[in-house]
């Protein structure tokens, strides 16, 4: 079974940046679909970033020309780097890659 490890959170002040990474214990190259999602508290959880097998991304609005989804399948890897962050940002994100979820990653963004 898949396994995937995330990392890059963290405590940033509002307009910085953060690279999150998700490390998939095997190839991703022929999954579907894959995605960064979040939860911030007393939300629901929302989908932020995701990613077809063509490699062509979709953005919620919110975060449209903020965040950029990318992976790199030599690496088995797919990222999230987030830019300009805001307040509003802040959340516990999860790599999802097929079936399979990470741990999730603390993202606050705070002054």
């Known amino acids: 079974q898949v396994q995937l490890v995330e990392s890059g959170g963290g405590l940033v002040q509002p307009g910085g940046s953060l690279r999150l990474s998700c490390v998939a214990s095997t190839s991703i190259s022929n999954i579907d679909r894959m995605g960064w999602y979040r939860r911030a508290p007393g939300k629901q959880r929302e989908l932020v970033a995701s990613m077809g097998r063509s490699g062509t991304p979709n953005y919620r609005d919110s975060v449209k020309g903020r965040f950029t989804i990318s992976r790199d399948t030599a690496e088995n890897t797919l990222y999230l780097q987030m830019n300009s962050l805001k307040p509003e940002d802040t959340a516990v994100y999860y790599c999802?890659?097929?079936?399979?979820w990470g741990q999730g990653t603390q993202v606050t963004v705070s002054s």
């Open positions: 999802c890659i097929g079936e399979t």
